[in-house]
């Protein structure tokens, strides 16, 4: 099986996480096409390229020499066409590259709905290098940039935007920040710190065309109640979808996205996809048909590295978890957390006097088995709740070891009696306390498996 | 984008980096700072011991009111005038920070300070005899250069202390570090070293230890301080329960980090005066390579000079010679240039730590404690590294944190000093200093410390 030539079509997180555990399996050749830039890149650092924290060369996690060292051949240049007949890419400018597999990581774009002016210059949204660099060259004149769509990348980019002294107006379709995705408290926590920092926040609106100057350039957006709001710059951040034109082309099978089975086979012989351009036709429990985040492009990869090389390897993600930062609270997601809980879960939020800093859990009503957590303005311990989530671990036993969960730095202040205080006063059939502090890391994390078996038993009662 | 900029209805350059224009108060306090600087420069060329000490007392008094208020309303409005929170902007644009025009000519100018120093005291006569009257206050006698350089490394910790407590006050452990890094520098290597030299006793700082302090655990020395009294006994109990059994128990439960960010005062400069260049480190193969090999020749060349120094009476005929030249040469090559010129010196240029990770022989001994017999580790939390690199760039030690976090593995590395940054710029909760047991630090495969227990579940 040796001497394959596999290419790998995206150099972001996926196609070079295949590269490398490809490497450490067999010698195939291996070569890494990548349009956007020479070298892998963490696009997730971009931000703090443009606000001056890390330059371009701070966000490569691997040296420039470490692609040599491992034989991982790179090549720069947009593929044109996938002619999966003879198994080879048309480059622009007419080179090619012949394939013995091929795996597909071109990863995913800004989403588009049709907005009247969405491609005039000074519109974007952020995802590549390339939207950077659009970025970089309207900034300098740009006094007011309106954002559409409330996520993750929305608050980054405003982030940025005030960064550089630009006033920014968000519009957010639904009532409270993020709403579709976070539950009501948690919510209204992101929207307070987005206005904090001086956003001019607009709930309840939406986009509806962007209106451009006599150059083609965005001079102003007009939202869906017929307001007119000057601007230079619109960033367009209501998700994004899966690049799956190429793939499309060649006859491969796609929904939204590129479809793989669970060993992330395409419809094509010879051809994988993974990452933010790929599609689960099964979807594991608990997860989404199309993840787009860093760590599920990273196990991809993994994946299908092995399944290349032989290693039958189906997708079991595990237990869900996510993270992320509004300006400057800090967000931490384990397991199941819906916007609204479902009939059969309860669910639990406290937060602290600022408003600033929270915790929600979700568990079942039944058995008292913990199902998710959302946590605010606090660092918890993946480990833990992983651990928690899996072994269904009763809402009792989890916030009476509640500590063991705290990952925040030393000497900070510790909530948990406050949290345990108010669980108890509205769940008092759940009767917890607090028994881990952190602070006694090793002791505590030792009890907290040790005991395991016998504490599950207790629960409920 | 001329055609850009004049469509639009505004100038363009009076909108974008506006952050970044420094405001009245700012100038106005810069413009206090380098009158202090002027006026201490001044004294270089106008101040002798004839002059009356009631003159220089309130020269000296000015210059450095000027120097320290100009300095902690600048640092204070600063910091205090922005949210909490970790605030990186602009760090790889500015020319002070990002190795540009100012960052050179700051490097050039402390580099040159030292030389002067270390090399052409003379030079430095004025200034020296300006601070006589602070020196007679304190320590009953009149100054010399050590204590001229002593008053500025102290101001230097304490103003820009207050900057960096301002900056990082989102944070209790960098409160608390550097709250006590400071009372440390003013208390055991200003104050008390004063007090011990007006009671006629050895002036020592008490804060540094062999092999910092490379003649602490000389037999010369200490026959020096027990013929001193109870205070020399005083002493000599401190060194050396402080280098046998302190240093290696204290690292035990908590790592190098208890004295090279709690107590050191070269630490305590790096991250006071030094913090907005920590950035500048090499984070590269390549400097890890040379530094292992530099740290631990340093070490080894001052275990060998101490050792032959405790020899030498058995065999004066022999050693004499060569353990005067080596004594001479580590003095002028490792104390001075190495750790006085090009550690602090190119600060602007290599980071704040060039000295306590290519040279420190101590922080050689606490690292190779670290590394190998501590529960101090840094954990990574899980799977939620995404890679951004900012660990990696704040890291003074030039430590690849992001190498380790994005494997999910630990970080256990000697030279770790535990100044908890990487920890604070993660935007994603993935670093935490932890003590913990010795046996669990380490976890290859996902940094979930008890991966064998969840994989059964």
Not at chain 1, 31 to 60: C, N, P
Not at chain 1, 358 to 387: Q, Y
Request: hydrophobic letters at 40%; one cysteine or more; aromatic letters at 12%.
């Amino acid at each position: 099986m040796s001497n394959r030539h596999i290419v790998i079509l995206g150099n972001g997180i996926t196609g070079v996480t295949a590269a490398r555990y490809i490497r450490k399996r067999c010698d195939d050749r291996i070569t890494v096409v990548s349009g956007e830039s020479e070298h892998h890149f963490s696009r997730t650092a971009l931000m703090y390229i443009f606000m001056g924290d890390l330059t371009y060369q701070d966000t490569k996690p691997y040296s420039d020499d470490f692609w040599p060292k491992n034989r991982i051949e790179l090549k720069h240049g947009w593929v044109e066409q996938i002619d999966t007949g003879n198994q080879r890419l048309n480059f622009q400018g007419g080179d090619f590259l012949s394939y013995d597999e091929l795996i597909l990581a071109t990863g995913a774009r800004p989403n588009k709905f049709g907005w009247p002016g969405q491609d005039l210059e000074g519109v974007q949204g952020l995802y590549s290098y390339q939207d950077l660099e659009n970025m970089e060259k309207y900034a300098p004149t740009t006094r007011r940039a309106v954002i559409a769509g409330g996520g993750l990348i929305g608050v980054e980019v405003a982030e940025m935007l005030l960064s550089r002294g630009i006033e920014v107006t968000f519009l957010v379709r639904e009532k409270l920040f993020w709403n579709s995705v976070l539950p009501g408290g948690d919510a209204a926590l992101v929207g307070r710190e987005i206005l904090r920092h001086g956003v001019d926040l607009r709930m309840e609106s939406e986009l509806k065309e962007v209106l451009s100057d006599s150059k083609g350039r965005a001079r102003a957006v007009v939202t869906k109640s017929g307001e007119e709001i000057p601007c230079e710059m619109v960033f367009l951040t209501a998700g994004v979808s899966p690049n799956v034109a190429l793939a499309k082309d060649a006859g491969v099978a796609c929904d939204r996205g590129i479809l793989v089975d669970s060993c992330f086979r395409t419809s094509t012989p010879h051809v994988w996809a993974g990452g933010d351009c790929a599609q689960h036709r099964e979807v594991p429990p608990g997860r989404r048909p199309v993840e787009q985040v860093w760590y599920t492009g990273k196990i991809h990869g993994e994946h299908i590295a092995a399944n290349l090389c032989g290693e039958e390897r189906t997708y079991k993600p595990g237990i869900w978890f996510n993270s992320a930062k509004f300006f400057d609270i800090e967000y931490q997601t384990y397991g199941v957390v819906l916007s609204q809980p479902t009939p059969a879960e309860e669910d639990f939020f406290w937060e602290d006097k600022d408003g600033r800093i929270s915790i929600r859990l979700r568990f079942e009503k039944e058995s008292g088995a913990v199902t998710g957590v959302n946590v605010f303005g606090l660092r918890h311990r993946h480990v833990v709740w992983e651990h928690w989530i899996a072994g269904k671990i009763p809402v009792t036993d989890v916030l009476s070891d509640l500590g063991a969960a705290n990952f925040d730095p030393e000497f900070y202040h510790q909530y948990e009696p406050d949290i345990l205080a108010a669980f108890q006063a509205e769940f008092p059939q759940f009767p917890a306390r607090l028994r881990t502090r952190k602070g006694l890391f090793s002791d505590f994390i030792k009890n907290l498996f040790a005991h395991r078996g016998t504490e599950v038993t207790e629960v409920g009662a | 984008m001329n055609d850009l900029t004049s469509n639009l209805s505004y100038e363009s350059h009076s909108i974008a980096h506006s952050g970044d224009r420094l405001g009245v108060l700012e100038k106005t306090a810069l413009a206090f700072v380098a009158s202090g600087l002027l006026l201490l420069a001044a004294s270089l060329f106008g101040v002798s011991s004839k002059m009356p000490e009631a003159t220089r007392a309130l020269w000296l008094a000015v210059a450095w009111a000027s120097i320290a208020g100009g300095g902690l309303t600048f640092g204070l409005h600063k910091h205090l005038t922005d949210k909490p929170g970790i605030r990186n902007n602009r760090k790889t644009t500015d020319s002070l920070t990002a190795r540009g025009a100012w960052g050179w000519s700051l490097a050039i100018l402390l580099t040159s300070f030292y030389i002067v120093l270390y090399w052409f005291p003379g030079l430095l006569d004025g200034l020296i005899r300006l601070h006589d009257p602070l020196s007679q206050a304190l320590r009953g006698k009149a100054a010399d250069q050590w204590f001229v350089y002593g008053t500025f490394y102290t101001f230097a910790i304490l103003v820009m202390g207050a900057k960096a407590i301002a900056k990082y006050r989102h944070s209790r452990y960098q409160i608390l570090r550097t709250s006590v890094i400071m009372i440390t520098q003013l208390g055991f290597a200003y104050l008390l070293p004063a007090v011990f030299a007006k009671l006629n006793q050895p002036e020592v700082y008490l804060s540094y230890l062999w092999p910092l302090a490379y003649d602490k655990l000389f037999p010369g020395t200490l026959d020096q301080f027990l013929q001193a009294g109870n205070i020399g006994f005083f002493i000599v109990g401190w060194f050396v329960i402080g280098t046998l059994i302190a240093t290696p128990v204290l690292t035990y439960f908590y790592g190098k980090r208890w004295y090279c960010s709690w107590v050191c005062g070269c630490g305590g400069l790096a991250n006071t005066a030094g913090d907005s260049f920590r950035q500048n480190s090499d984070k590269s193969l390549k400097a890890w390579k040379i530094e292992r090999w530099t740290i631990h020749s340093v070490l080894a060349l001052i275990v060998i000079l101490t050792t032959l120094l405790w020899f030498e009476p058995v065999m004066p005929d022999v050693l004499k010679g060569p353990v005067y030249l080596l004594r001479q040469w580590y003095g002028f090559l490792i104390g001075a240039a190495f750790a006085g010129v090009i550690g602090v010196g190119f600060y602007p240029l290599m980071g704040t730590r060039v000295w306590c990770r290519f040279g420190c022989p101590m922080a050689a001994i606490l690292g190779l404690l670290q590394r190998f017999n501590s529960r101090f580790r840094i954990t990574t939390n899980g799977a939620q590294c995404i890679s951004c690199g900012n660990c990696s760039k704040y890291c003074e030690m030039g430590i690849d944190v992001r190498h380790y976090a994005q494997r999910g593995q630990n970080i256990i590395r000697a030279s770790c000093v535990g100044c908890g940054l990487c920890a604070a710029v993660c935007p994603r909760g993935v670093l935490s200093l932890e003590n913990g047991p010795k046996d669990d630090r380490y976890n290859h495969e996902k940094g979930l410390s008890l991966l064998g227990d969840l994989k059964s579940l």
